[in-house]
């Protein structure tokens, strides 16, 4: 099992920034991935960013240039930048951990979840 544990959500006017991080701990050598989604009330959880084991990043298309996904891997620690924050990325933000083939380059839902972080954006 990996316990994925959350930190730095909060309230910020619009155009404000806010750092989120997530330390994994357990059976770290079962995930290579990290990422972050976020739900909104009344919507489906979406992915937000992701970084795999080459360093390599995705993000959706309407944060990419305003939000940062970056890894310590010495703290198993994965951080989320946020940036230029708008009213529309408020949502509960959660902490996401895979285990992703390096040959594919690129960023799959895994098992392991966050308890989830409140994001405010007030315009």
């Known amino acids: 099992q990996v316990q994925l544990v959350e930190s730095g959500g909060g309230l910020v006017q619009a155009g404000g920034s806010l750092r989120l991080s997530c330390a994994a701990s357990?059976?770290?050598?079962?995930?290579?991935?990290m990422g972050w989604y976020r739900q909104a009330p009344g919507k489906q959880r979406e992915f937000v960013a992701g970084i795999i084991s080459s360093g390599n990043t995705k993000y959706r298309h309407s944060v990419a240039g305003r939000f940062t996904i970056s890894r310590d891997n010495a703290k198993n620690t994965v951080f989320l930048q946020m940036n230029d924050l708008k009213p529309e990325d408020t949502a509960v933000y959660y902490c996401?951990?895979?285990?992703?083939?390096?040959?594919?380059?690129?960023?799959?839902?895994?098992?392991?979840w966050g308890q989830g972080l409140q994001v405010t954006v007030s315009s």
């Open positions: 996401n951990a895979a285990w992703i083939p390096e040959s594919l380059n690129d960023y799959l839902t895994g098992a392991y």
């Open positions: 357990g059976s770290i050598f079962s995930i290579n991935a």
